[in-house]
């Protein structure tokens, strides 16, 4: 089953404009990873933020995590026709047997 | 240059035969793993490894085999009994398991008439 679920599944906005995806899980996580797949190739890891951290950057990327909440959310600012691709939030749930999970993914394009 | 392949890209089979698609890194990971995606949709975990010799069923290894002879490599054998085989299917490894980052493959694309 999916333990990710992101929002929306897909977006479309302008060159320059901020993207923001979100992602809903249901069970506690030890952390939870964000990941890039360009069209027809492997995940590309972006950042990964644990159950103790709230928000956490790395370059244009911000990730957000709200445990009460169980979501996390992944802003991309001032975007580049190179952002396209799909975005994947994956969990490590707690008391697993520590695999991944994956969502479905948000289809991210940008817009010269 | 480490990373992780996997061979081949595309690969064409006719219904009822078995077919094994190859992964293979050179990064030095415990952990290696294989899931499947379909059009528009996440991962769904195939089979994974933790160590040499040993490995578990994913959530949709029905139909799937695997085996890990070496540290290497993680070769996955779709069967004449898995009932929809045609998917992309990636690869990864990662230095540990489960909270660790993975690093993935540029994936096999598997077409079955």
């Known amino acids: 089953s999916q333990q990710g679920e992101e929002d929306p599944q897909a977006l479309s906005i302008q060159e320059g404009e901020n993207a923001t995806m979100n992602c809903s899980y249901k069970?506690?996580?030890?952390?939870l990873q964000w990941y890039r797949q360009n069209s027809g190739r492997g995940l590309v890891h972006l950042i990964l933020i644990r159950s103790n951290e709230r928000e956490k950057h790395s370059g244009r990327l911000r990730v957000t995590l709200d445990t009460s909440k169980k979501s996390s959310s992944l802003l991309i600012t001032a975007s580049r026709a190179a952002d396209t691709a799909s975005y994947f939030c994956a969990t490590d749930p707690s008391g697993s047997a520590r695999q991944l999970t994956f969502g479905s993914g948000t289809q991210l394009t940008v817009l010269p | 240059d480490g990373g992780i392949t996997q061979s081949p890209k595309y690969l064409f089979r006719k219904e009822g035969q078995n077919v094994t698609l190859s992964c293979e890194q050179n990064?030095?990971?415990?952990?290696m793993y294989w899931y499947r995606q379909d059009p528009g949709q996440g991962l769904r975990l195939i089979y994974y490894s933790q160590i040499v010799n040993d490995f578990q069923k994913g959530d949709i290894a029905e139909g799937y085999s695997v085996s890990r002879e070496k540290k290497e490599s993680f070769p996955l054998t779709v069967t004449s009994a898995q009932k929809n085989p045609t998917a992309f299917y990636l690869c990864?490894?990662?230095?540990?398991?489960?909270?660790?980052?993975?690093?993935f493959g540029p994936g096999t694309r598997l077409t079955v008439t």
């Open positions: 069970t506690s996580i030890n952390n």
């Open positions: 990864a490894s990662s230095q540990g398991h489960g909270t660790a980052e993975q690093y």
């Open positions: 990064l030095n990971h415990d952990a």
